[in-house]
């Protein structure tokens, strides 16, 4: 358990729709970051948010967007779904930056299927 | 930008020792992470290496070599639980204070009684 809960835990959307994810971070973390994780693949960046501002964008289109808010929790957005689209969403929590604290912590995901 | 080479599948027996490599490319490099991955999970964390040289923690090792892009994941004592994927990532020291991970796309470690 790392303290970082995602919900929902699964969910079905159709293409077209338009989809919100939600992360909670671990107590104490200031940074979180979201990675879409395809099937048979290792997690791919989507942006980072650190004290509310994004800083830190992967090659992902603008569709994509997120929050983060004051009490360090995020969403991810999704619009205009595609089938593509289809994957775990997995949110990461770091603490503040010092040396030895750079572990980011993962939650369980939440796996979104588009049809 | 960064490339992470990792075997794509390792099988190996209970009680042995299995080495997982990972090479990577990257154009700013601040670190190198070994998670675990079980199917339908997330990753977990098991080590990190930002200096040269080995870092063991308890049945797990982990190897850097900066110079040659090159770390390895030791595992000793297999369990039937180590089965699971291996992800090395990296994290990128270019863009401010920004932590990104960039992964591999795992090693499939299948242990075998």
């Known amino acids: 358990e790392t303290g970082v809960t995602q919900s929902p835990t699964h969910l079905i959307k159709t293409r077209g729709q338009q989809v919100t994810l939600r992360c909670s971070s671990q107590?104490?973390?200031?940074?979180v970051s979201w990675y879409q994780q395809a099937l048979g693949q290792g997690p791919q960046f989507i942006f980072q948010?650190?004290?509310?501002?994004?800083?830190g964008r992967g090659n992902f289109p603008p569709r994509f967007s997120g929050l983060q808010f004051p009490n360090y929790s995020s969403e991810l957005n999704v619009n205009a779904l595609e089938l593509d689209d289809s994957a775990l969403y997995l949110c990461a929590s770091s603490p503040p930056q010092r040396p030895g604290q750079e572990t980011q912590y993962f939650g369980p995901g939440t796996r979104l299927l588009v049809l | 930008g960064q490339n992470i080479d990792q075997p794509t599948e390792m099988t190996a027996t209970e009680g042995a020792i299995v080495q997982i490599n990972c090479t990577y490319q990257t154009s700013g490099f601040n670190g190198l992470f070994w998670y675990q991955q079980h199917a339908g999970e997330a990753p977990t964390f098991l080590s990190y290496n930002v200096l040269d040289g080995l870092e063991e923690k308890g049945r797990f090792s982990s190897f850097l070599s900066r110079s040659k892009g090159y770390s390895y994941l030791l595992l000793k004592e297999l369990q039937m639980k180590d089965s699971a994927s291996y992800l090395c990532?990296?994290?990128?020291?270019?863009?401010?204070?920004?932590?990104?991970?960039?992964f591999g796309s795992g090693t499939q470690l299948t242990v075998l009684p």
């Open positions: 990532a990296v994290r990128d020291a270019r863009s401010g204070s920004a932590r990104q991970l960039t």
């Open positions: 948010y650190y004290r509310e501002e994004e800083n």
């Open positions: 107590s104490g973390h200031n940074t």
